[in-house]
């Protein structure tokens, strides 16, 4: 089953905990991309990665942090330093050429309480 | 800096009427501009590029470097394109995809 996917789907922490969000690819795309959607505000770009071992901040990094050591995995981590982290998270996937679409997860839903 | 903007949240139109969802950009270079759209309790998916210049589902859109705008349109709306919808941005210098604040897009019978 190919594609681009995300886990959990629901997530649950308290505050002050960090908690890491998986997104996952086997379309072999270079560049990965993680964005926060809220109502009324679209998505938001965190944090973007165009190869392996590289990533740069998106319009709304603070409070997050990724890595991109493998090619198919970017996952992103929310800290405690996030001050709304209550959010639904979207990762997507490219191949990196030009005017190529984006592969989309499900999204997760992330709660904190 | 990259910008995308969509004015209007909410669209609301009658089956057969018109649609032109709008979307103004900025950015200083020669952009790649997408339309996607998210169907209820479906994943967001690509609807056209500009690039392309096709037409799907019956919806057209035309890059206007003058206007900066990039709208979508489609000269008689159904029900079943009831959706939110995101105009996005990647800008030439590679990476970057920015998308706005989406609208939402709602067919009545």
């Known amino acids: 089953d190919g594609g681009i996917t995300q886990s959990p789907k629901y997530l649950f922490r308290k505050e002050g905990q960090n908690v890491t969000l998986s997104c996952e690819q086997n379309?072999?795309?270079?560049?990965m991309y993680w964005y926060r959607q809220d109502p009324g505000q679209g998505l938001r770009l965190i944090y973007y990665s165009q190869i392996v071992n590289d990533f740069q901040k998106g319009d709304i990094a603070e409070g997050y942090s990724v890595s991109r050591e493998k090619k198919e995995s970017f996952p992103l981590t929310v800290t405690s330093a996030q001050k709304n982290p209550t959010a639904f998270y979207l990762c997507a996937s490219r191949s990196g050429t030009a005017n190529t679409e984006a592969f989309f997860g499900q999204g997760t839903r992330l709660t904190v309480v | 800096a990259q910008r995308v903007t969509q004015p209007e949240k909410l669209l609301s139109v009658f089956k057969g009427a018109p649609v032109e969802l709008k979307c103004n950009y900025s950015y200083s270079g020669s952009p790649e501009l997408f339309w996607y759209v998210q169907y209820s309790r479906q994943r967001l998916q690509l609807l056209l590029r500009?690039?392309s210049r096709e037409s799907i589902k019956g919806f057209t859109a035309d890059l206007n470097k003058g206007e900066t705008s990039f709208h979508l349109k489609k000269p008689f709306a159904q029900e079943e394109d009831s959706a939110m919808y995101y105009c996005a941005l990647m800008g030439n210098q590679g990476g970057k995809l920015i998308f706005g604040q989406g609208t939402e897009l709602s067919v009545k019978p």
């Open positions: 500009h690039i």
């Open positions: 379309l072999n795309h270079d560049a």
